[in-house]
């Protein structure tokens, strides 16, 4: 409130006496009260938007009346910069939740015009003083006050929906002990909410998105399409389609912002599959201010939800019989396939990757999928070859990597022009929404162990062409056998530890998982835990283990076709050449055993370190299972 | 308050009162009056008003200038006659909303009158300015949003009238939201009921063309699926989803398809889960998001129509037997009759065009379905079956023109469209073109055979054979991987799919659009798109090799014969002759035959020889242009095709395509 001063608004000169004065000023606050202009007292043209009303007082007035005056004249600011904030928070762009706080804001306004109807009722009885007046004003002074505060936060902090709420809810907490502000502040919080809960109620109980204003905590995303997923390796839809706006999310709902999130999610991927499906609330869903009621009435949706989405998921996509397929030709759990497949293409996987015709690739594993047993899996046309730019190595690198800290270590593609199709072959398969929700290609090119397939059976033709061998040359090739001997152990130990041991428990752990899941977030975590599981104890997460294994595997790769070569020209036979050959074999063996102790080491190193992972340790004994490599190895430390 | 009354030039409370309740109405009162440059009710300037006055008169006759605003709005709107029913539900709606308005501004005036007549100027009751404001602040409100939509609405109608009342009514604001839906209830009312009538008995009555339907009157019944009604997409309003705008349109389509086009006269209405789900709440139509009684309407009454529809069309037009019919007898699914037929009329086809005759061929159509097992057909459907002969432009063969042909009229012609039926014979041309290659190299093949054994003893024809059956071999690799590739993983696919999706098929449409891909597929596959044309043109140029190849054996066989019927005359004079005990033959008569046998190599052998290398040479370079065109296309399953015929790397891609090079060079 400002004195007059250099302001030059003219007030009517004033003669009267103090009483007369006193009924002009009363009829004047009662003006002023309206937001209408006084004859003593008038109100200062607005500097800025928000900005707060003043006033200017007559000067004439008598100090003590303008001291009083003066601690009445909030009010009227209040009521003004309330008024303003209704009319503007009427407009459309402001969202629903500021129309509904706008109307509230209105009825209490009435009430105020009401009371000002009475003053003036009584002021025209001659009955009202400014004492009086001051004393009817109290109360209404300190609701105005409220309202004026609570305009100001929204209009400064701009808020629309959410915002909005969780200011209101703010502002109810703060007022706890003032009862009467307290349910001024809820029933404003009551009619912000409604409008809220019913875009809330559609979202959990519908899953659908009425948004007109940009209000709803959850936001979709239309670039994202749902297609996408089965190329792109991250698993974006399924996390970004729909994301929460944190400065969206009403306070009281904080807690269950993930839940009411997945809750529409889910629906939402069950209508877009086209189902049907009644899931209306027991009773009409409005705000409370019992926190609990609400969880539990957000609960009760969620478990709806997500009950049908696995339902759909494992029932009408029959998901558990689409994750067996994989591991038929992920997981090498279909033996005959894998062989035969092998078999028919592996003249043409020897070829550099440049060379290799993919078609004539997929007509083969078509062949081989149609002539084994595979054929009767019903989703073997799902399966396609594909040949990629990199080697699997670098492969489960990029893949182990993902979301550590090492993953721009790996982030550059390694694109060898010089692999053969054999390092670069791996499976594909073509996962159709919505099982691409838990397959999606992130997690399928996980599915590639498949890395020591081409070995076994290197080796076993090592052994063919070895059998070729006269007797009377055995003796030139003790040393290579037997280092051939001790290749095919490990080898074919490493693969039984893979399959058996590793891959067919946690399988187990995972079909009892995902039957007894309730929702589809059990599965999601049981699958990723089974694959996570796998990889670890598969030593496929550690680099250090990771290179070696490969390492090994190269010796064994390069001795394979060193000794196939040697076999074939039957170089060994010259004796020049005999020592030439011994050498090389004697090479490939320190090497070789080498890499295995060092392997070994390793493995013991991690298992006395971590105690948990105790599937490592197996591997060290079934590879040195009659302690072969106990010498070396106790040397190393020694 | 009552010291102002002695003063006369001070209006007093009471008139303003007066005056503004006339302003309440949009009238001019004696010292307020509407001020049309400021658009606003303004005391006049000759009486003085304090400015505290000034301010609550504006504020109060706010009303009276958003009341004159809707108030022009509806005038004006009920007097033009195309304003449509909906604009009319809009009006009247409106003036209900102004007569509350009225009724608010009487009880204002009788406590006026009552307050005058009392002679009260202080007490209970008493009608004050203050207490005007308090009593205009709601209807203000109200007003406000009507002047507001009034505003938007200004020349829309029909539908796109609905949808911006609807976008008013999702408002925060529960006094507004409901205002508007109240409004929005109105306005639905005749859409609503324009929905019904359309999906349950197929009537359109629309004289004001606000419907989202549209019905062009001229469009005869044959295209009536097609052409005649269509989505006036201005007039969906926002709450109708495109989806199921689309539905209401195929149901009242297909009401109408069956009462006019099938002559069925199939009332949905009876059935009892239409009955269930019918709904007469009109608010359902736009609280959709809410509750599903209007969409389960639409979708009952949807489904039960385009049920009953299909039910007809297949049990009474039996669209499953012509689909099978034309599979059997244009794509040539029935084998043994093609065969037979192509037995009878090999020879009069291989005559040219211009001595065919239709009745004839009628006639030899007619035999070969009477031989085979296609007489066991429906007759309806075989009375269908014709031949037809294509336009004949120059000197063609009887091969290029003859056609089949399947006639079909009533409601299966919606699905089998002029459009369609050409698609057919195209592409029974091109199945017949490649079914005469193997008949053809088949007869060759025969022949081969059969002189293969004959020819034994004259060993200066070892090469020339040996060439031309390697040639006829690889011929028949080629045309038999053809025949398996368009035979298996064409039609066989492709009508796989067909049947599924027909047997699916929810409506029409689904059915049409089924049909329409097979189609689509097939021309594709068979080479017969634009894309294509290059490609299917080569393959043209390999069958007319096969053509020649078969023309030139036959040459070259029937003089083989002679020769060797005059060897064999030889012989056999020779023979009669020793029997005679004569001389078997002259000097002369040795060296006459010895010329005539030189000449035989000279001019035949040799000749014929070279022409078969020259023939396989070209075939082998058409052959391998083929492939490496096909590796190259767009479809999958030609470059599946590819993979096929050369799956052992027999042509030699990169030499064919050096070859080429050089040739044109």
Redo the contacts between chains.
């Keep these: 409130v400002r004195e007059i001063g250099n302001n030059d608004q003219i007030f009517p000169t004033v003669k009267s006496s103090t009483s007369i004065q006193e009924q002009e000023i009363i009829e004047d606050i009662l003006f002023i009260m309206e937001g209408v202009t006084g004859r003593h007292i008038k109100e200062i043209p607005l500097s800025e938007n928000y900005g707060r009303r003043d006033f200017n007082i007559d000067p004439s007035i008598d100090p003590m009346n303008k001291e009083l005056i003066k601690r009445m004249l909030p009010l009227c600011s209040d009521y003004s910069t309330v008024v303003r904030f209704i009319e503007e928070k009427q407009a459309f762009e402001y969202g629903l939740v500021n129309q509904a706080v706008g109307a509230a804001m209105r009825s209490l306004i009435n009430d105020y015009l009401v009371l000002i109807c009475q003053l003036e009722h009584q002021s025209r009885e001659g009955q009202l003083t400014l004492q009086k007046l001051w004393y009817y004003m109290q109360p209404t002074i300190r609701t105005m006050e409220i309202l004026a505060s609570i305009s100001n936060a929204i209009n400064q902090g701009e808020c629309t929906g959410g915002a909005v709420l969780s200011l209101l809810y703010e502002k109810t907490h703060k007022h706890t002990g003032d009862k009467r502000a307290q349910d001024l502040c809820s029933f404003l919080m009551q009619s912000a909410n409604k409008p809220y809960f019913d875009i809330l109620e559609k979202w959990i109980f519908k899953g659908a998105i009425v948004d007109t204003y940009a209000e709803f905590m959850i936001e979709e995303r239309q670039s994202l399409v749902k297609e996408r997923l089965q190329n792109d390796y991250n698993d974006d839809y399924w996390e970004q389609h729909y994301i929460i706006c944190r400065d969206r999310v009403p306070v009281f709902l904080e807690r269950q912002a993930g839940l009411i999130l997945n809750t529409g999610k889910y629906l939402n991927v069950v209508r877009l599959c086209g189902e049907h499906f009644q899931s209306t609330p027991s009773k009409p869903f409005v705000y409370t201010d019992n926190e609990r009621e609400l969880a539990s009435r957000i609960n009760e949706a969620y478990a709806y939800a997500s009950g049908l989405l696995l339902n759909m998921l494992l029932e009408k996509q029959r998901l558990m019989d689409r994750l067996r397929s994989i591991k038929h030709y992920f997981l090498l759990n279909q033996g005959d396939f894998i062989v035969q497949f092998m078999d028919l293409a592996e003249e043409e996987l020897r070829k550099n990757m440049n060379d290799i015709q993919e078609s004539r690739l997929e007509a083969l594993l078509e062949l081989s999928l149609r002539t084994s047993a595979a054929n009767i899996d019903q989703f073997k046309d799902d399966v396609r070859p594909e040949l990629l730019k990199y080697d699997l190595v670098s492969q489960i690198f990029k893949i182990a990597s993902i979301e550590t800290k090492r993953e721009k270590e790996y982030a550059i593609e390694h694109s060898d022009e010089n692999l053969t199709g054999l390092e670069a072959f791996a499976f594909n398969y073509v996962v159709k929404w919505p099982v691409s929700l838990v397959l999606n290609k992130k997690v399928s090119i996980i599915y590639h162990p498949s890395f020591f397939i081409h070995l076994t059976k290197d080796f076993t033709s090592t052994w063919v062409t070895s059998k070729r061998v006269k007797s009377n040359d055995w003796e030139k090739y003790t040393a290579a056998f037997a280092l051939r001997q001790r290749m095919l152990n490990f080898v074919h130990n490493l693969q039984y530890y893979m399959l058996l041991e590793v891959i067919e428990p946690n399988w187990h752990q995972l079909e009892k998982a995902i039957s007894s899941a309730k929702n589809i977030d059990d599965v999601l975590e049981a699958h990723n835990e089974f694959l996570s599981s796998s990889m670890r104890d598969c030593m496929l997460t550690n680099p250090e283990l990771l290179s070696m294994i490969h390492k090994l595997m190269v010796v064994c790769v390069t001795y394979s076709n060193c000794m196939q070569k040697a076999l074939k020209s039957g170089s060994a036979r010259g004796s020049s050449h005999t020592i030439e050959f011994q050498n090389t074999i004697s090479k490939f063996d320190d090497n070789f055993s080498a890499l295995l102790v060092r392997l070994l080491d390793k493995v013991l190193d991690f298992s006395l370190c971590s105690m948990t992972d105790l599937k490592l340790v197996n591997i060290l004994h079934r590879l040195d299972f009659n302690g072969f490599y106990q010498d070396q190895l106790e040397a190393r430390h020694g | 308050?009552n010291k102002k009354s002695g003063d006369s030039s001070i209006i007093s409370e009471a008139a303003l009162i007066k005056d503004l309740i006339y302003n309440l109405q949009g009238i001019d009162g004696k010292y307020i009056k509407f001020d049309v440059n400021a658009a606003a009710f303004r005391p006049s300037k000759i009486a003085d008003i304090?400015?505290?006055r000034k301010?609550?008169v504006s504020?109060i006759s706010e009303c009276g200038w958003l009341y004159l605003k809707v108030r022009k709005y509806t005038d004006l709107r009920s007097l033009e006659k195309s304003f449509g029913l909906v604009g009319q539900c809009f009006c009247a709606a409106l003036n209900n909303e102004l007569t509350e308005f009225y009724h608010l501004v009487a009880v204002l005036d009788s406590q006026a009158l009552q307050d005058e007549d009392q002679g009260v100027?202080?007490?209970?009751g008493?009608l004050?300015l203050?207490?005007l404001?308090?009593w205009s602040?709601?209807p203000l409100?109200r007003l406000?949003s009507l002047a507001a939509l009034v505003d938007v609405c200004q020349g829309k109608k029909g539908g796109s009238l609905a949808s911006i009342i609807y976008s008013y009514s999702?408002?925060?604001?529960?006094?507004?939201k409901c205002l508007m839906e109240y409004l929005l209830m109105k306005v639905v009312q005749p859409i609503f009921v324009t929905i019904i009538r359309w999906i349950y008995e197929g009537e359109l009555q629309d004289s004001y063309n606000e419907f989202f339907v549209s019905s062009d009157p001229t469009v005869k019944e044959d295209k009536l699926w097609h052409e005649k009604y269509s989505l006036r997409k201005s007039m969906i309003p926002s709450f109708i989803p495109m989806e199921q705008a689309r539905k209401i349109l195929l149901t009242g389509k297909s009401i109408n398809f069956l009462h006019h086009v099938c002559h069925d006269e199939t009332n949905v209405r009876e059935l009892e889960a239409v009955k269930l789900a019918e709904t007469h709440q009109v608010e359902t139509i736009f609280r959709q998001?809410?509750n599903q009684i209007f969409d389960r309407m639409v979708e009952t009454v949807y489904e039960e129509t385009s049920t009953a529809l299909l039910e007809v069309l297949q049990k009474r037009y039996k669209f499953l037997d012509h689909l099978q019919a034309l599979r059997r007898y244009l794509l040539l699914g029935q084998g043994d009759f093609i065969r037979h037929l192509m037995d009878l009329l090999h020879d009069d086809l291989s005559k040219s065009a211009t001595s065919l005759y239709l009745h004839n061929l009628s006639g030899v159509l007619e035999t070969a379905i009477r031989g085979t097992n296609a007489q066991f057909d429906d007759s309806d459907i075989l009375k269908r079956l014709d031949v037809r002969l294509l336009e004949v432009s120059g000197n063609e063969v009887g091969w290029d023109v003859f056609s089949l042909d399947y006639r079909v009229d009533g409601p299966i012609s919606t699905v089998f469209t002029p459009e369609c039926m050409i698609i057919y014979l195209r592409i029974f041309n091109f199945l017949w073109r490649a079914k005469r290659m193997e008949y053809a190299l088949s007869a060759i093949w025969r022949e081969q055979v059969a002189n293969a054994r004959l020819l034994r003893n004259m060993p200066e024809l070892t090469e020339i054979l040996h060439n031309s059956h390697m040639l006829c071999s690889q011929m028949i690799h080629f045309v038999q991987q053809m025949q398996y590739y368009i035979n298996f993983e064409v039609l066989e696919c492709s009508w796989e799919q067909l049947l599924l999706k027909v047997n699916e098929a929810k409506d029409l449409d689904h059915v049409i659009a089924a049909h329409q891909e097979f189609l689509d597929t097939i021309t594709c596959r068979c080479l017969l798109d634009v894309e294509s044309s290059k490609i299917l043109a080569e393959l043209r140029a390999i069958f007319d090799q096969i053509i020649i190849f078969q023309l030139s054996q036959r040459k070259f066989y029937e003089k083989t014969k002679h020769e060797l019927h005059l060897r064999d005359l030889f012989e056999e004079n020779m023979k009669k002759r020793t029997a005679l005990n004569e001389w078997g033959i002259t000097e002369a008569e040795e060296e006459v035959e010895m010329n005539r046998r030189k000449e035989f190599i000279e001019k035949e052998v040799k000749v014929s020889s070279s022409a078969v290398i020259v023939l396989a040479n070209s075939y082998r370079l058409m052959v391998g242009g083929f492939l490496s065109e096909l590796a190259s296309h767009s479809d999958q399953g030609l470059?599946?095709l590819s993979?096929r015929l050369n799956f052992n790397e027999h042509y030699n891609l990169k030499e064919v395509e050096n070859l080429i090079s050089k040739t044109e060079r």
């Design positions: 308050p304090s400015t505290s301010d609550i504020k100027t202080v007490g209970e008493v004050t203050r207490r404001l308090l602040y709601e409100v406000r999702q408002h925060g604001d529960v006094t507004i998001d809410s470059t599946y993979f």
